[in-house]
């Protein structure tokens, strides 16, 4: 990142994709469980029950699908359709 003469801050393509990865948490500290990844994002979507699952194990330490599919059978997760084919699952709780 440089500072121009006005004072803003300019971010290369570089720093833009670094900064994406870190705040989607596809970088540095994973989350410990399925359950720490939803109360971050609050609510995930995808076409299906698969891309859920794939997108919630990217950010967790250790994922397994044993885990992810235990916190949807507990209730940590909830899966809801919302009249269209796309498939949404969110936090039962947040922070």
């Given at each position: 990142?440089?500072?121009?003469?006005a004072g803003?801050?300019?971010?290369?393509?570089?720093?833009?994709?670094?900064?994406?990865?870190?705040?989607?948490?596809?970088?540095?500290?994973?989350?410990?469980?399925?359950?720490?990844?939803?109360?971050?994002?609050?609510?995930?979507?995808?076409q299906e029950?698969?891309?859920?699952?794939?997108?919630?194990?990217?950010?967790?330490?250790?994922?397994?699908?044993?885990?992810?599919?235990?916190?949807?059978?507990?209730?940590?997760?909830?899966?809801?359709?919302?009249?269209s084919l796309?498939?949404?699952?969110?936090?039962?709780?947040?922070?």
């Amino acid at each position: 990142m440089t500072d121009d003469h006005a004072g803003k801050i300019a971010m290369s393509s570089l720093d833009i994709v670094q900064q994406r990865l870190h705040s989607q948490h596809l970088r540095g500290a994973p989350f410990a469980g399925p359950e720490e990844v939803m109360q971050w994002f609050g609510a995930v979507q995808a076409q299906e029950y698969p891309g859920a699952t794939w997108g919630i194990a990217q950010r967790m330490h250790g994922p397994t699908q044993a885990a992810i599919d235990r916190a949807y059978a507990e209730g940590a997760i909830l899966r809801t359709h919302s009249g269209s084919l796309t498939y949404r699952a969110s936090a039962a709780r947040l922070r």
